[in-house]
């Protein structure tokens, strides 16, 4: 079946990076983008900006240049997120979603979200 | 960007009533998306192309709307159906979500 598995929990001081990772399967992974999700504790659904998973080409939403970087590993299904400069602010969980349409009807398959904690 | 809002922030619903979250826009759209995400949760893709229901989708659920106004109608609540729902929009780089409407069981 189709899934989006995500890396563990992290947690992190200001300032460090963190990497988190979405590994696809059951489906062909470089036929739809992977689009990266925040959302901080008791808050909303923000768009990050997603990655075209053929071309390995990265489009970030404004609030979200500079510090992301959307990367691939094709050969093994796999999409990353890497957040340098950790803020307190950037402590949210963050989904990966593989979107697209197939044949007319939605393909819309999300990860299970990783929880990034910021702390000193 | 397209900045959309939900109204109401949060309504709570007794078994068998009749609930409508609205979504409007702040331009024109083509299309609205809605989902339903529960507590703990990933969201869920709940209804497209502002009227279609996703796979397994009650038909309770319904969407309509065009331009700026769109909305979700639950016909009859049930107790699952207590969520958080985001509309979302495609038609404008960035897409855009609401700020969610929590949904609980009264």
């Known amino acids: 079946q189709i899934q989006l598995v995500q890396s563990g929990p992290e947690l992190k001081k200001p300032g460090e990076s963190v990497k988190i990772s979405c590994k696809a399967s059951g489906y062909t992974f470089t036929n739809y983008g992977m689009y990266w999700v925040k959302q901080a504790p008791g808050q909303g659904l923000q768009y990050m900006g997603w990655?075209?998973?053929?071309?390995?080409?990265?489009t970030y939403a404004d609030d979200f240049k500079g510090r992301f970087v959307f990367f691939l590993e094709t050969s093994a299904s796999t999409a990353y997120l890497q957040i340098n400069n950790l803020k307190n602010e950037d402590m949210a969980t963050y989904f990966c979603a593989s979107v697209g349409y197939y044949d007319g009807t939605p393909f819309d398959y999300w990860g299970q979200g990783v929880m990034v904690t910021v702390s000193s | 960007e397209i900045v959309l809002t939900q109204s109401p922030t949060t309504i709570a619903a007794s078994p068998g009533e009749k609930v409508t979250i609205t979504c409007r826009a702040s331009?024109?759209?083509?299309?609205m998306y809605w989902y339903q995400q529960k507590s703990g949760a990933s969201p869920k893709l709940w209804i497209y192309?502002?009227?279609k229901l996703a796979s397994g989708v009650p038909n309770r659920f319904s969407g309509s709307g065009s331009g700026t106004s769109y909305s979700l109608t639950i016909n009859t609540m049930e107790t699952e159906d207590a969520a958080t729902y985001y509309c979302?929009?495609?038609?404008?780089?960035?897409?855009?979500f609401g700020a969610g409407t929590k949904l609980e069981l009264k």
């Open positions: 192309d502002t009227s």
């Open positions: 331009s024109s759209v083509s299309y």
């Open positions: 979302q929009q495609w038609s404008s780089t960035p897409p855009t």
């Open positions: 990655i075209n998973t053929e071309t390995g080409k990265p």
